[in-house]
């Protein structure tokens, strides 16, 4: 059956993903395929539910736009209020925004409030349901119908590996509770002294803690840690 499965598929990057193994991989499978379609940037977001008070730095699975970019919009703006938001909850068609686009508003255009021109969506699940959705940003004029056809598959393609091979892998996750406790209190955004002294242990072992609980989550900084622990709902 995987065979015949595997028949049916057309993309041109199957080797790259049948080797994919981590975010690393991935993160330069989506970049490629970004650059290659003549965006930007890519970032691969959660959706969760519509109600949810959210920031996008939070939604963020992977992505590759401007150190700081999301955590500087997020200060100004809630994401939630945008209309590139709630259109994905409405809707799973693959959609073109432009940054004069007059349905975007003047209060919650994305676009102008990151800096781009143009924004492709491209909304994805999981196997097990979850709502995803690739999006990709640039500042080209715009796409044509079939770029943006094979774009859309690309894409899809991409996620499903992607979803299959990192997102829906909980192994590593498991956190103890003294571990839980100081992604907690560093989510309160304490520095490793400080947290040292509330559960009173040393400086070192908390950043001992620190280095494990950033290799459990598979991120690289306190920022990764802490949007990951609250997307997985480790932490609230």
């Known amino acids: 059956m995987a065979n015949l499965v595997k028949n049916h598929r057309r993309y041109d990057f199957d080797s790259d993903l049948e080797k994919a193994l981590n975010r690393v991989d991935?993160?330069?499978?989506?970049?490629?395929m970004t650059l290659r379609f003549g965006f930007e940037h890519f970032g691969i977001l959660q959706l969760g539910n519509e109600a949810d008070a959210c920031m996008l730095s939070n939604?963020?699975?992977?992505?590759?736009?401007?150190?700081?970019l999301a955590e500087e919009y997020d200060k100004r703006h809630r994401f939630?209020?945008?209309?590139?938001?709630?259109?994905?909850?409405?809707?799973?068609?693959?959609?073109?925004?432009?940054?004069d686009d007059p349905h975007l508003g003047n209060g919650s255009n994305l676009l102008a409030q990151l800096g781009f021109d143009i924004l492709l969506c491209v909304p994805v699940h999981g196997t097990n349901g979850a709502r995803y959705a690739v999006l990709?940003?640039?500042?080209?004029?715009?796409?044509?119908?079939?770029?943006?056809?094979?774009?859309?598959?690309d894409a899809t393609c991409a996620f499903d590996y992607f979803y299959r091979q990192v997102l829906s892998n909980k192994t590593g996750l498991g956190l103890t509770p003294r571990e839980t406790e100081i992604l907690r209190w560093i989510s309160h955004g304490k520095t490793a002294s400080e947290i040292a002294l509330i559960v009173s242990v040393s400086e070192h072992t908390v950043n001992s803690h620190t280095a494990t609980i950033l290799k459990k989550l598979d991120v690289v900084n306190r920022t990764q840690m802490v949007a990951k622990a609250i997307r997985e709902q480790i932490i609230q």
């Open 26 to 32: 991935f993160f330069r499978i989506f970049h490629t």
């Open 59 to 68: 939604r963020l699975a992977l992505h590759d736009m401007p150190s700081g």
């Open 80 to 99: 939630g209020d945008s209309v590139v938001f709630r259109s994905l909850h409405k809707s799973a068609i693959s959609s073109v925004w432009k940054s």
């Open 136 to 153: 990709f940003l640039g500042d080209i004029e715009d796409i044509s119908r079939q770029e943006h056809f094979e774009l859309c598959y």
